[in-house]
């Protein structure tokens, strides 16, 4: 077994067909003797019926597409597992959590939210983060966020929200984009947003990469140990390396470029293994101190600030290996938040509480009946039994008489199982009160958390969040609804809603913003960790470069881990007077600087020098304006004076004796705030 073999890749392993080499079959396994030309009655005559094949290949085309998921349609996932480092048990008697060291094969399915199946990677969007953990008492589902907190509080509004959000039905326009007019009157009508549209419009909705963002399972759920003792728990899973963002003009640039972007990240790091990992912990509350804040642990748009409730870390997610087949994986794993094991349990969150109907409906329809737990991504690990029978596509073959409980038939058998023996034991929760439909008081603070996160922010992120909303509101056609938006966000700050209402040109706000002061350090990504570790740096390239500057930072940069794009006029190779040869992967025409976190100019020499320059020229300015570190190399001295970047904080010259390392820190820190450049 390599490394990215777990119980799960074995399970599917007889699924897995390859037909290299094999003989051209129908489904029926008759070997096919003409696959360009139908059966026809003459050369030129008319097609019969007759052409079973002919039929049967159609047919199966015509069939090929399922719904695609209301919501999250554009994904992308892997494989991987889950290492317990921090034992659980003391909180939660989940047998995935008990003993440090033990392996739980998960697969994670990466998406956006609003966007159609097609749509462009980089849009600002919220990211789902959904992970299937096979464990050996059953798949625990953590079906997640990259953003803490939601945009309503109670599920019956999912639908409002989901319609207000999408493309617009007259006219189906914005396609993945919550820039116009249904998405922000929703917003103006329904201020239990406030919170979430923070973070939306913050960095945090532009990621760098899959591998580069937080993840959250937002509600509140339980731990209950063994003894049955209960702790309000909240998911967080930190990545590795540090949550990273690309800034505006570079997202929207890049979902030209490279719709693909994310997913090509993710598959292109894990194809050439490197390490993609994150931390998961919980946050955890005692069930006597449920009401000790001034927020309500059951509503969804409130975030517990970490200095409050500490995360306690207990395990490692990695992801390793690639899925063999989108269609059959990624598209049909099923998720469901309803998907726990013993020691998880739910809490009365109402938002959480929709969800439990919801994904298990949406599958049905999705999937086309309620046999898609046995469509091989979805089964589980561990043995299944029950009394459920029959429906379409069913793939078990259940041998026997009896199909129902209890019996005597068989022994009473599939048999119930006590708590202590591994069953399910709903957790004992007091409930009392009237049945009645309304929002609880403690659910009505929309503001104050909003401030805080704003409050959370440098000034950057602020500057970030600011002209994100100018150019949302920006392109709202109703100015009423525009005014509107301004008038709420007021509540929130209000230089940032005057600054709003200037530049979406309606009417000055007259609120006042609520009045907290405090901010949650852990909120701002300028406070995540840095490393180089797989930034992507393109080598701008043409003949007469010095072969061993050149080899020597590359090697250096790769011994980092860095990746490197060689960056010619034309594929090939090029070589330097001494011999030294590289091989060019890219061109100046097949990519884009905003494609890279940094650029090295090596500069020299081209079969069209007028073109080559200047397309050099143009990487250089975007880089510079998008704030990103860039080396000269001596041999780039020429080119990069002739561009409009500037020497400064980030710019870093091959002549100083340290540029290997210094340039290095640099691609680590990402980001050169500094620089005179229009303001993004
Ligand atoms: Fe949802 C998909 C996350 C609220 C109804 N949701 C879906 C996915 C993620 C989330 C990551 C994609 C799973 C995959 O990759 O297949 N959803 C969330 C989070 C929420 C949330 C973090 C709030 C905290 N969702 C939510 C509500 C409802 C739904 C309130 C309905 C009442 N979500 C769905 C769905 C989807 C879905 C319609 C579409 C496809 C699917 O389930 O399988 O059932």
Redo the contacts with the bound molecule.
């Keep these: 077994m390599n490394g990215s073999e777990n119980e799960k890749i074995e399970q599917l392993q007889p699924y897995i067909v390859d037909d290299t080499g094999t003989k051209l079959t129908t489904n029926q396994g008759l070997k096919i003797a003409d696959d360009e030309n139908s059966l026809k009655a003459g050369v030129r005559g008319p097609t019969l019926l007759e052409d079973f094949h002919l039929r049967e290949k159609i047919t199966h085309f015509d069939h090929e597409r399922i719904p695609e998921?209301?919501?999250?349609a554009r994904?992308y996932?892997a494989h991987g597992e889950f290492e317990l480092y921090h034992s659980m048990k003391e909180f939660t008697k989940a047998g995935f959590l008990q003993e440090p060291g033990t392996k739980t094969p998960i697969f994670i399915?990466?998406?956006t939210?609003a966007g159609s199946k097609g749509s462009a990677e980089t849009v600002r969007d919220v990211r789902?983060?959904?992970i299937k953990f096979y464990t050996q008492e059953g798949n625990f589902d953590l079906?997640?966020?990259n953003i803490p907190v939601?945009f309503?509080q109670d599920?019956i509004k999912?639908?409002d929200f989901v319609h207000a959000v999408k493309p617009e039905p007259h006219n189906e326009m914005p396609q993945a984009s919550s820039a116009h007019d249904t998405l922000w009157d929703f917003v103006a009508n329904n201020q239990e947003t406030a919170h979430m549209i923070m973070w939306l419009m913050s960095d945090r909705a532009i990621p760098r990469s899959f591998r580069m963002m937080d993840g959250?399972?937002?509600?509140t759920f339980r731990f209950v140990n063994e003894e049955g003792i209960a702790k309000f728990i909240k998911f967080h899973y930190k990545p590795r390396l540090g949550a990273h963002s690309l800034i505006w003009d570079e997202a929207q640039m890049i979902a030209g470029h490279d719709p693909d972007f994310h997913r090509r990240d993710l598959w292109e790091n894990i194809e050439h293994g490197n390490i993609v990992e994150y931390d998961l912990g919980v946050q955890m509350i005692d069930e006597k101190d449920e009401f000790m804040f001034d927020f309500d642990i059951l509503d969804?748009t409130k975030l517990w600030p970490e200095e409050q409730v500490p995360i306690r870390f207990f395990g490692k997610i990695t992801l390793n290996r690639n899925v063999d087949n989108v269609f059959a994986e990624t598209e049909q794993?099923?998720?469901?938040?309803g998907n726990v094991v013993p020691g998880i349990d739910f809490t009365n969150d109402p938002?959480?509480q929709?969800?439990l109907?919801?994904?298990l409906?949406?599958?049905l329809l999705?999937l086309g009946g309620p046999n898609f737990t046995e469509i091989p991504i979805n089964r589980p690990v561990c043995p299944f039994h029950n009394n459920q029978r029959d429906g379409f596509s069913r793939q078990r073959i259940n041998k026997g008489q009896v199909s129902y409980h209890k019996n005597s038939l068989a022994n009473n058998t599939p048999s119930t199982s006590t708590w202590k023996e591994g069953g399910y034991v709903h957790y004992a929760e007091k409930v009392e009160g009237r049945v009645i439909q309304a929002r609880s008081e403690s659910f009505k603070d929309h503001f104050s958390q909003a401030r805080l996160f704003w409050n959370s922010m440098s000034p950057v992120e602020k500057r970030h969040i600011r002209n994100a909303f100018k150019f949302e509101v920006g392109k709202v056609k109703s100015e009423s609804v525009r005014q509107q938006v301004v008038d709420m966000f007021v509540n929130v700050d209000k230089a940032l809603a005057k600054e709003l209402a200037y530049a979406v040109g309606v009417k000055q706000p007259t609120g006042e913003q609520v009045d907290v002061s405090a901010s949650s350090p852990a909120l701002s990504l300028e406070n995540t960790p840095k490393y180089p570790y797989t930034l992507k740096v393109g080598v701008l390239i043409g003949e007469g470069f010095s072969g061993k500057e050149v080899k020597d930072v590359v090697k250096s940069l790769l011994k980092e881990g860095v990746s490197v794009d060689i960056v010619g006029q034309h594929l090939g190779s090029l070589k330097d007077s001494d011999g030294v040869k590289v091989v060019v992967n890219q061109t100046l025409v097949t990519t884009n600087a905003a494609l890279f976190d940094s650029l090295y100019i090596v500069g020299g020499k081209a079969g069209n020098q007028k073109q080559f320059d200047s397309n050099m020229i143009e990487f250089i300015n975007t880089a510079y304006q998008q704030y990103k570190p860039i080396g000269v190399a001596s041999t780039g001295m020429d080119i990069f004076s002739r561009s409009d970047a500037k020497p400064g904080a980030g710019i870093l010259f091959g002549t100083n004796p340290n540029f290997s390392e210094d340039f290095v820190k640099a691609i680590a820190q990402q980001r050169f705030w500094d620089r005179d450049v229009y303001v993004t």
Excluded: E, K, M
């Design positions: 998921r209301v919501v999250h994904g996932a399915r990466f998406s939210v789902g983060f959904a079906v997640g966020n939601f309503i599920a999912f639908p959250f399972g937002v509600h969804a794993v099923a998720f469901h938040p938002l959480l929709g969800r109907f919801s994904y409906d949406t599958q999705r």
